[in-house]
């Protein structure tokens, strides 16, 4: 029996993932073929998880993982679901074909961290972007990048539904690239925004993208010049006068509306062609008081008109975290088939890691010394090894 006023810690019916990583969830993605979920995370790690239903009970399986020599970004999945492609901050890019249990090789690299990447089914290519300022395509037989494209700053954002390709930056530039003549711009066009480009997110129709930044805004921009009255952007993710980040942007892929996760904890639903919000969901009051750091799987009904769809929660909540910030961040992504939609935290830019340096530069200018074993140590002086000004940390 539940005690009366007592503040519910699980609203949403979570359950957790098996095994999760120790460290910061930086990206999620699922098999298009199967229930096979795989994140990578700041602890070098990349992990598989096969996710299975019986009745109102889902629960997931550990299937396999593999390590990279420093904190891991970004993954994708092969369009066969055979293969799992994934690169971080060690600078190089991994391909791991976890199906048949191979070992995985190195197949692209950089003179910088990998942000983002993307397998291009219809060119049988992948593209990765870096903080190096460069976006290369790689065929994965052969050593070298079929193209190297010069971008204007560092990469921070991927999206890929071909033909449309758009490659956010610092300085707030997206570069559209039109596959069909993936060596030249199609477009660049300076964020609608105001702050820097965190995620975006191409149109399931090819016709425009989204835009999220760190001011807790979203832009709707579509490319033909004719429907540029249709452009707009809205506020979200903010409570009274703090503004958080929006961390991923993701469309469904039957109804095409999307779904907004930022550092306040809360994911939405949104409908751009109604401008209307669909569903909110809040995880501040389960960050502060769940007894169990972790979250998981959530049930959750998109209204007015869409079914029940099992939403997977891949956040690690540290006590660093709720002590620093009292949020977590999340990424989100839905999975192919489509009835299950993927969180996590990631933790680039308005996240536990900068936070933590954050704090210590601050502790370091009022004399009160560095925080011993910290991460922001580790982070600072191990992790990246070079420069954090100058390659956009507190950009």
């Known amino acids: 029996m539940s005690t009366f006023g007592a503040a519910n810690t699980n609203p949403n019916k979570s359950f957790e993932v098996a095994q999760p990583p120790s460290d910061s969830i930086s990206s ?4 298009p073929k199967a229930n096979f979920l795989v994140a990578t995370s700041w602890d070098n790690q990349v992990r598989c998880w096969e996710i299975t239903r019986n009745g109102t009970v889902v629960s997931s399986t550990p299937k396999a993982s593999i390590s990279h020599d420093q904190p891991v970004l970004c993954s994708a999945w092969k369009d066969d679901g055979t293969t799992v492609f994934s690169g971080g901050c060690d600078k190089q890019v991994k391909m791991w074909p976890l ?6 090789m190195t197949v692209a690299m950089h003179d910088a961290p990998v942000k983002d990447l993307a397998w291009i089914p219809e060119m049988n290519l992948l593209a990765t972007g870096s903080w190096d300022k460069t976006l290369k395509y790689w065929d994965t037989r052969q050593p070298n990048p079929v193209h190297t494209q010069q971008l204007p700053e560092r990469c921070y954002a991927i999206t890929v539904k071909h033909p449309l390709m758009v490659v956010g930056t610092a300085d707030r530039n997206l570069i ?5 003549n993936p060596q030249t711009e199609y477009k660049r066009i300076v964020s609608p925004l105001k ?5 975006v997110a191409a149109f399931p129709d090819q016709q ?3 835009v999220g930044s760190i001011e807790g805004r979203v832009g709707v921009h579509h490319l033909d010049d004719a429907q540029q009255s249709k452009n707009f952007t809205f506020k979200c993710h903010r409570e009274n006068n703090e ?3 929006v961390n991923s942007l993701n469309f469904h892929p039957i109804h095409h509306t999307f779904a907004t996760a930022g550092s306040d904890g809360a994911f939405n639903f949104w409908d751009k062609d109604s401008k209307q919000r669909l569903k ?3 995880m501040g009051q389960l960050c502060k008081d769940v007894v169990n750091p972790y979250l998981a799987v959530h049930s959750i009904m998109m209204v007015p008109y869409l079914l029940t769809r099992f939403v997977m929660i891949g956040a690690r909540v540290q006590k660093i975290t709720i002590r620093l910030q009292r949020r977590t961040t999340f990424i989100c992504t839905y999975h192919s088939s489509p009835y299950l939609l993927v969180f996590g935290d990631d933790r680039v830019r308005g996240t536990r890691e900068q936070v933590m340096m954050q704090v210590e530069l601050v502790r370091l200018s009022r004399g009160e ?3 011993r074993g910290s991460l922001c140590s580790r982070f600072l002086y191990s992790i990246l090894n070079y420069d954090v000004k100058a390659h956009g940390l507190f950009d």
């Open 195 to 199: 702050y820097q480009t965190r995620c």
């Open 99 to 104: 199906t048949s249990g191979g070992q995985p």
């Open 280 to 282: 909110g969901g809040a």
């Open 208 to 210: 425009g993208f989204l």
């Open 176 to 180: 559209v690239f039109n596959l069909q």
């Open 28 to 31: 999620l993605s699922f098999s």
């Open 243 to 245: 503004i958080y980040s």
């Open 369 to 371: 010394g560095m925080i």
